[in-house]
C-alpha cells in the first residue's frame, strides 16, 4: 500500500523577488527551496513551489494567475483554489508583504482616535486559513481549518540572506526529545508578572522563573536564551527593535527588556511573544539598521516565532486575549505538535473556549501570526508517550516522519474550525448607533470612578444563516452583547480599554486590560 501523500505548498511571487533581489537572487532562493524540499522529502512530506504570479502554476490548480502583490482578492482566491485542488497539510508564505500580500481587516476597535486604538487596520495572515470567502470584515474568520505560517524576508532590504537563513535552518532543523520538565526562558514587565506566571503556570509540566524587567536584561546570558521556548510578555512598538519591561502602572520610563542586538545565536527555539508590534513588517532602515526581535531571532536560528502585527491586549494579573493565545500556542508546541497545526488549534481553542468573541477576541484571533517553516516540529514526547520525572539530559533526533496520522489530524481540526465557524456568535464589525448602556451602570460595574466624558460603544453579535442555529432560539435583541471604552490614563492608572460583555441568564462579565 502506496503511503499517504502528505503536501506542504510554499507560496511565493516569482516576479516580486526576482525585482527586489535580481535573478542570482531568485536562484538562490530556488536553490534553497529545492534543498528544503529534499529534506522534507526525507520526513515524508511533499512539498510544492507555486509562483502566485505565474500563469503555469495557476493553472496547476485550476486558478488565475496574480499580477500584483497588492492584488488581496487573487491571492486569496489562489490560495483558496489550492487548498480546493490539493488540500494541503501545510502552506507556507515565502517572502514578508513585498512578496505576499498581508490583508489589511478592519480593526473593530478602530475609533478614529489612534489614543485609543491606533490601529485603523489588522494586517493578518488569518484569512489565508480560512476557507470563508475574501471580507475585510475580521470577525468572518472565526472558524479557521488550514495550517498557514509564514516566512518572511527583510523589508526594504535587496539582500536575500535573511531569507536564505531561513530556508537552509528550516532544512536542517532538528527535533529535541521533551525533557521532564521542560525549560522555559520567561520575560515579563514587572507590572504585568502575576499575569506572566499564570500564563506560564498553564504550560505543560515547565521550569523556569519569570525574570522581570526591571531589574533583568537587557544583558541575558546564552545559557538564559538556552531553553527551546521564550515566553515574552513585554511592551512593544513599531519600528522599534526592542521589547520593554515597566516598573509600575504609572512609571512610563521602561527599561530595555530584550535588545534584538544583544541576541545570541540560537539552535531552533520557539518565541511566542504578546508584545504589541511583535511581528509587524517594517525596514530596518527605520532603526537605524537594526531589523526587530521577531526577525532577529528568525535569522540568529530561531524555529518559529507567534507574535501579533498591531497592538496587543491583556490584563495586568489575570490571563485574557493575548495571554491566552500565546499560552495556547505553547501548550500545542511543548506537546508534540508541529508549529502549524499549534497555530491552528490554539486559534480554534481560542474561539471554542468562550460562548461568543468580543471585538477585542476578534482583533486577538486576526492579528497573531506564525513566522517560520510551518510543519517544524520543536518537541517530540519520548517513546512512551511523557518524558520520564527528572530527566534532564537532553536528545536530539531528526524531525518525526509525518504519516496518515498527520492526514487525520488534518480532518479533524478541519471538521472542528466547521463547527466553530457555524455555531460561535462573534460581535458585529461596527459598534451600534447608540451605547445599549450608560456611564452611571458602566462606573458601577468597574467599581471606580470613570471620565465624565467617557464614549462608550456597544456591539450586538452578528446574526447570520450559519449562526442562527448557535442562537438557540433567542431573539436577536436578548443576544450577547459588548460594552467597550477606552480609559485614559489615571494618577496612578495606566490607560486602559474596558470591556463589559452581557450574555442573557449570566451577570455581566467586565474586563479591564492594558496594551502590552
Partial sequence: MAPPVILKVIVTNRAAARAKYGAGGWRQIRAAVTALVKADAAR???????????????????????????????????????????????????????????VNLQNPLWTGDPQDDPDQFIPSDLPYACPTPLTFAASAYRGPTRVVSRMPDLTGVHDCGALLTQLDLAATARTMIRLSPEPVFAVSAKVWQVSTRKSIAGLPDVSGVVNTSPAEGPSWTKNQFAPRLHFVNCHGAEFD???????????????????????????????????????????????????????????????????????????????????VMCRLFGEEVLNGASLGRAVLAARQRYVAGQPFIDPTDVKTLAQFQLLGDPSAVPFQMPDGGSPPAGRRRRSVVDPPKASAATLARRVTLTAVGTALDQTILASTPEALPQAAIDRETLVGL????????????SFGTERTERTERAAG?????????????????????????VLVREQPGADPEVRVVVRR
Fill in 473 to 497: 432560539g433567542v431573539p436577536a435583541e436578548r443576544s450577547p452583547r459588548v460594552h467597550v471604552a477606552f480609559v485614559p490614563a489615571g494618577r496612578q492608572r495606566p490607560p486602559s480599554l
Fill in 241 to 323: 527593535p526592542d521589547w520593554y519591561g515597566q516598573a509600575t502602572p504609572s512609571n512610563w520610563n521602561l527599561p530595555t527588556a530584550l535588545a534584538a542586538k544583544n541576541l545570541p545565536g540560537l539552535a531552533g527555539q520557539v518565541v511566542a511573544a504578546e508584545c504589541c508590534y511583535g511581528s509587524a513588517h517594517w525596514p530596518p532602515s527605520a532603526a537605524g539598521g537594526q531589523a526587530g526581535l521577531a526577525m532577529t531571532y528568525l535569522i540568529n536560528g530561531a524555529a518559529g516565532v507567534f507574535a501579533a502585527t498591531t497592538v496587543a491586549y491583556g490584563p495586568a494579573s489575570t490571563n485574557n486575549y493575548a495571554d
Fill in 446 to 457: 468597574v467599581g471606580r470612578e470613570l471620565p465624565s466624558d467617557l464614549a462608550i460603544r
Fill in 44 to 102: 515524508g512530506i511533499t512539498t510544492r513551489l507555486i509562483a502566485l504570479d505565474s500563469a503555469a502554476d495557476a493553472r496547476k490548480v485550476g486558478a488565475a494567475q496574480i499580477s500584483a502583490v497588492a492584488d488581496v482578492a487573487g491571492t486569496k482566491a489562489l490560495i483558496d483554489q489550492i487548498f480546493t485542488a490539493w488540500d494541503p497539510a501545510y502552506l507556507m508564505l515565502l517572502g514578508g508583504p513585498e512578496l505576499v500580500c498581508l
